[in-house]
């Protein structure tokens, strides 16, 4: 799904687009993906395609799962800020406080747009490892490679939810609604088919979801 276009570039908080591993089936996959989400049935375009490796489809969706939520975040810069977003919220009763494990290990308390600055670099990081995404046609995926998924599409969850929270008037404003739950229905129903997110994690938006899932 191409999704460039939409919003002003910030250079701090937009990527350039991350592309599919090349040296495995990434390219042949992303084109699946496009020719299939161009039908406009979503159930049918996360449904692994026969005969293809299922880590090889996470890769790829993964890959293009952040480059959604990137653009969707990058058009939200100038009112997602540090005065009006001082901490990573999705609703009255739900904060996410920034852990990576590495340098940060103990989760702290940051604004909604530095959560997902650290969350963005953190993915990019995932994905620029070769040992976790690996780039070389028939290159082993890790064994922990689904738990690797599990917590960028759990993360990136979270993003959605504080956009959704805190944001979706503006979104309404700026005419891109349709859009923004285009791209979540897309993303629910392919962390459904695989089981990617736990339920609990999903309260945030828990009747949208639901609505996506039964409709």
């Not at 939200?76 to 009255?92: D, S, V, W």
């Not at 940051?110 to 990019?124: F, G, Q």
């Not at 129903?189 to 609990?200: M, N, Q, S, V």
């Amino acid at each position: 799904m191409s999704l460039f276009g939409l919003g002003i570039r910030n250079q701090k908080t937009f990527r350039p687009k991350k592309s599919a591993p090349s040296g495995s089936k990434g390219a042949q996959l992303q084109k699946h993906i496009d020719a299939t989400l161009g039908s406009g049935n979503l159930r049918d375009a996360v449904k692994l395609p026969p005969g293809e490796d299922i880590n090889e489809w996470l890769a790829v969706n993964t890959v293009d799962f952040f480059n959604q939520v990137n653009i969707l975040f990058g058009t939200l810069t100038e009112f997602c800020t540090t005065n009006n977003c001082p901490t990573m919220t999705a609703g009255p009763k739900y904060e996410y406080r920034w852990a990576d494990g590495v340098t940060i290990k103990k989760p702290i308390e940051v604004s909604a747009p530095k959560y997902v600055e650290y969350l963005m670099d953190w993915i990019e990081s995932q994905l620029d490892d070769e040992t976790i995404f690996p780039q070389k046609l028939g290159a082993p995926f890790p064994a922990n490679f689904r738990d690797v998924v599990k917590t960028v599409l759990k993360r990136l969850f979270r993003v959605y939810a504080h956009i959704y929270h805190s944001h979706f008037q503006k979104i309404v404003s700026l005419k891109e609604e349709a859009h923004l739950n285009t791209c979540f229905k897309h993303f629910v129903l392919f962390t459904w088919e695989f089981h990617l997110i736990d339920k609990a994690e999903l309260a945030p938006l828990q009747e949208l979801v639901e609505s996506i899932i039964q409709y």
